[in-house]
């Protein structure tokens, strides 16, 4: 069963933008955590960005804070990604993800609290 979708990814240029949307089919959404990771070729899933269930608190991985920017839209069950000044280092399948733990205060920044995975969208930034 399809929790999760995303959309949005593609090739662009190095500099360049990308919005990545995240639609949640199911019921559980908005008193949940959601989070993006990435996973490059022959690397693991990393974190990028999450954000709480309110959209009260955001967090990001060193890499990428100061250039993406995560939101949500709960009455519309949505969360962005919206990526700027794209490096090629963040080539990579992006996944939402859904916490475990309802009205958690924490971020979602490990695998192991991922309690939904999307299927995926690629993004590939060429120099």
């Known amino acids: 069963q399809v929790d999760l979708v995303e959309s949005g990814g593609g090739l662009v240029q190095g500099g360049d933008s990308l919005t990545l949307s995240c639609a949640a089919l199911?019921?559980?959404?908005?008193?949940?955590?959601m989070g993006w990771f990435r996973q490059a070729p022959g690397k693991e899933r990393e974190f990028v960005a999450s954000i709480t269930w309110s959209g009260g608190s955001v967090y990001y991985s060193d890499s990428v804070k100061g250039r993406f920017t995560i939101s949500r839209d709960n009455a519309k069950k949505t969360v962005l990604l919206q990526m700027s000044s794209l490096m090629p280092e963040d080539t990579a399948v992006y996944y939402c993800a859904r916490g475990k733990i309802p009205w958690a205060v924490n971020p979602l920044t490990e695998v192991a609290g991922v309690a939904a995975w999307g299927q995926g969208t690629q993004v590939t930034v060429s120099s």
């Open positions: 199911g019921r559980a959404f908005s008193t949940y955590t």
